[in-house]
């Protein structure tokens, strides 16, 4: 039974900074890439950052990018992702997505095993 445990999410200030971490449970953890999208409330869930497992690209919304860093650690089976200089729009739940193709898969309903979510808050 995979499961992903998300943490890290709060309440934090525009311009603060905050780590999530997601812990995984897959035995194989170092051949799953692994994402981060976030669901707004009234909006639908969207990619933020991923890192495929085959390579360790990296690869980041537009809106993130220069603000958020996702990087893994193999050996303790987690995901983390960096964010700096938070902005109210960041405000969302953030899931933990993992899938076992050696590549970063962006179609929510294609992807292998999700979390369920931090909240993230950043006020104004």
């Known amino acids: 039974q995979v499961q992903l445990v998300e943490s890290g999410g709060g309440l934090v200030q525009a311009g603060g900074s905050l780590r999530l971490s997601c812990a995984a449970s897959?035995?194989?953890?170092?051949?799953?890439?692994m994402m981060w999208f976030r669901q707004a409330p009234g909006q639908e869930r969207e990619f933020v950052a991923g890192?495929?497992?085959?390579?360790?690209?990296?690869h980041y919304t537009d809106s993130v990018k220069g603000r958020f860093s996702v990087s893994r650690d193999n050996a303790n089976n987690t995901v983390y992702l960096q964010m700096n200089s938070l902005k109210p729009d960041d405000t969302a739940v953030y899931y933990c997505?993992?899938?076992?193709?050696?590549?970063?898969?962006?179609?929510?309903?294609?992807?292998?095993?999700w979390g369920k979510g931090t909240l993230v808050t950043v006020s104004s």
């Open positions: 897959i035995r194989t953890f170092s051949r799953y890439s």
């Open positions: 890192i495929s497992w085959s390579s360790g690209t990296t």
């Open positions: 997505a993992a899938d076992s193709r050696p590549y970063l898969v962006f179609a929510i309903s294609a992807i292998d095993y």
